[in-house]
């Protein structure tokens, strides 16, 4: 599973799903689960022969179209023993089982499904917020989680999640608070008071109408569209004879949020890569709602040499543009995999505040020296091709009557008739 801060559900992929994204991942089996009872959308068991419940989920790469089950839901490992399996936390919830899973990105997940994360009111129901669940008696000890994420490139150090409070071994420094801002919309938000690129305060966010979410699932960072190509080419480099972008010289990004100053160096916000010119990056166009048109920017500025050439080979940054309206954008960052893997950082369920601290990850630790990789000994993620994912959800959830599904070339609700209902955006 990958945990996602940015979207409200747990999403399995269901045995009754043969589409592509779905047959190469584990699927989950309600008929082979003791714990297991179908559902409609408000929690009412689904009698045998009768219509059932779906809904359609859209995230900012992709969409899901689920059932829904209630069973017992357990982190941990299922056949180890000793103090792992006495250590296991297990709660009864409702879950989304996917009988649709689009193409992109869920075929090439490494991951077979999504642990939402974010907010309760994100979720159908507080009984679909699995951590509102977990803080229910005495599951936790806090009512924190704490995110340790990694760049990948060091075999021996995993990335890390820890439930009911955090591993403060995982910080070089003390955590900085922030409280979450505008908690009814669902998202770990954070009120962002500049934006800098090398100490020089960018215009757009002078008007205090900047916030950026934190958001595990979404592996670029994000910026507000039409914004995000200026940011892109004052972070564009020419990338000269460098195998790995990383060790360009380029500016110092800087994100102010109340109580805590997020800086960003060039190891940390690009593209390991270069770029040749007129070469694009990817098929995302940023995170945007259907009807919108975003802006794209995979294509590398026109630089110039200052013998009058034209640069040949970029270093660009890991950005995508956001489009969302109000009230959750326009100027919505989102606060990626560049972000938390440098800042250990927890979040607080029932004060809803967001902490962080520079994490005491290899990336972090390690001494100006750097390692020039070749191009071959990087993952296809790490060089930056086809990785763009936003598991950022941005479909509010609003329920059409009650209607009979499409007739499906194979089964679903284990048998029984669907009735079709999809989350629309409510204008």
Known sequence: MVFDTGSGHVVFPSQECHSDSCLVHKRYDLNKSDSSTPINVDGSTVPAGELCDQVKIGFGTGSVTGEFARDTVCLGSASAGGD???????VETNIVTAVEMSTTPFKNFGFDGIFGLGLQVLALSPEFSIFNMLTK???????????????????????????GGHNAARLQQPLSWTPVAQPELGYWLVDIIAFRIDGVEMDFCKDGSCRGVMDTGTSHLGVPAPHDKAVAELLTRDAGD????????????????????????????????????????????GVTLPSQVSVSTTVPPSLVKADGKQVERYCRPRLMPVNLPAPVGPHLFILGEPV???????????????????????????????????????????????????LLQVTPTKILPRR??????????????????RLEHAN
């Open 84 to 90: 792992q399996w006495r250590d296991r936390m297990c």
């Open 340 to 390: 938390l893997q440098r800042y250990y950082t927890v979040f607080d369920w029932k004060g809803q505040n967001i902490g962080l601290g520079l994490s005491s990850s290899k990336q972090n630790m390690k001494q100006a020296a750097k390692v020039d990789l070749s191009p071959s000994e990087l993952s296809e993620s790490q060089q930056g091709v086809g990785d763009d994912i936003i």
């Open 137 to 163: 008696g005495d599951k936790l000890g806090q009512p924190h989680f704490g995110v340790f994420l990694t760049d990948g490139e060091h075999p021996e150090e995993t990335s890390e999640i820890a439930f």
């Open 404 to 421: 009979r599904a499409v007739p499906r070339a194979t089964p679903t609700c284990q048998g029984m008739l669907c009735q079709f209902l």
């Open 242 to 285: 460098l195998s790995d972008c990383r060790q360009v010289h380029a500016p110092v990004m800087e994100i102010e949020i109340k109580g805590f100053n997020i800086t960003l160096d060039p190891e940390n916000y690009m593209r390991p890569l270069p770029l040749d010119k007129g070469v694009s990056v990817g098929s995302s166009k």
